[in-house]
């Protein structure tokens, strides 16, 4: 079955720092690829997302490339802010499936120091 | 504009009670709607979702049930609560008949803990 991987956290930085989380997938179809981040005390939110290979997802600073060769999705932020501290969950979806399980990583905590 | 509501908030129960945590959206119909649990130190694991009134998938055998009376309503329930099912429940829904980026709508969570 399909399956998302992502590096165990948690992960501290300095603000200004160079962020990269891992994510790495399992598919057996054509999956779509998500980035959700998950503020202190509140839901899930979507981050970004990529629905084809070589596809880059971005917003508010972060970004990730679907990379079908390699199976993964790494987030990536050139400079991070306090702001920015929450728990990033890596998530694929069956693109062709309209009723999909929707599967999440395990979750990265990540911290950024002032 | 689209919006998701859950209630409780958070949920205090002793261990053997029953559950019941709501969920509703508005402003939108036909949605596809999902129960996600988040426990202490955990990922986020999918239990139920549903496509329709009375159509309910379980993803994993436990001690809770999910109905769909309505069409933008889901429940999530348990007769008889375990030390175990201590976590952070979210329901969210997606647009169904969307082939492609099925992107989720979260609530904003309730917190349950048995003592």
């Known amino acids: 079955g399909n399956s998302v991987t992502q590096m165990e956290g948690p992960v501290t930085l300095s603000e200004e720092a160079f962020l990269t989380i891992n994510c790495t997938y399992t598919?057996?179809?054509?999956?779509?690829l998500f980035w959700y981040v998950q503020y202190p005390g509140e839901g899930l939110q979507l981050l970004l997302k990529?629905?084809?290979?070589?596809d880059k997802g971005s917003n508010k600073g972060f970004e990730a490339t679907y990379r079908k060769e390699t199976t993964s999705f790494h987030l990536e932020k050139g400079s991070v802010q306090v702001s920015d501290s929450a728990v990033y969950f890596c998530?694929?979806?069956?693109?062709?499936?309209?009723?999909?399980?929707?599967?999440f990583g395990s979750g990265t905590r990540l911290s950024i120091r002032p | 504009s689209q919006t998701i509501h859950q209630w409780p908030a958070t949920l205090v129960q002793p261990v053997g009670s029953p559950l019941s945590l709501e969920c509703t959206v508005e402003?939108?119909?036909?949605?596809?709607l999902y129960w996600y649990r988040q426990a202490a130190g955990r990922g986020l694991q999918l239990l139920f979702y549903?496509?329709?009134?009375?159509?309910i998938s379980s993803e994993v055998p436990q001690n809770l049930s999910a109905s769909r009376p309505q069409d933008r309503q889901f429940i999530l329930s348990s007769k008889k609560l375990l030390l175990s099912d201590s976590g952070f429940y979210l329901c969210?829904?997606?647009?169904?008949?969307?082939?492609?980026?099925?992107?989720?709508?979260f609530g904003a969570g309730s917190r349950l803990t048995v003592l």
């Open positions: 969210a829904w997606s647009v169904r008949g969307y082939v492609g980026a099925n992107v989720l709508t």
């Open positions: 598919a057996t179809g054509y999956p779509s």
């Open positions: 990529a629905t084809k290979a070589d």
């Open positions: 998530a694929l979806s069956d693109r062709y499936s309209s009723a999909s399980k929707i599967i």
């Open positions: 402003g939108t119909s036909n949605p596809n």
């Open positions: 549903s496509v329709g009134i009375g159509q």
